[in-house]
């Protein structure tokens, strides 16, 4: 029943609206020491995930060059072109 306390900071993170992206990183690292893992195995297991698909790595690097793009006037530099 412990390992389910991953759900617990999920909902509890959330509800307080805290950042998601650590919200769910902090439950998956605790869902993962609570099942008896060691910390080295569970940061393992994220590298592992991570490498594994790499068509969510390259939105992750591609996401913040778009929104350096936009600051810097993308939008309006296409409209004058256009």
């Known amino acids: ?7 617990l900071i999920v909902i ?9 992206l ?7 690292v605790a869902t993962g020491l609570a099942s008896g893992r060691d ?3 569970v940061i393992a297991a994220f590298g592992k995930a991570f490498t594994d698909s790499r ?7 591609v996401l913040p060059v778009i929104g350096l793009l936009e600051h810097a006037g993308l939008k309006e530099r296409a409209r004058d072109v256009i």
């Not at 029943?1 to 759900?7: A, E, S």
């Not at 509890?12 to 609206?17: C, D, L, N």
């Open 1 to 7: 029943m412990i390992v389910l306390i991953g759900v």
């Open 12 to 20: 509890v993170g959330f509800a307080i609206r805290l950042n998601p």
């Open 22 to 28: 650590l919200v769910v990183t902090v439950a998956g």
């Open 39 to 41: 910390l080295y195995a």
């Open 55 to 61: 068509y969510v790595a390259i939105v992750w690097l």
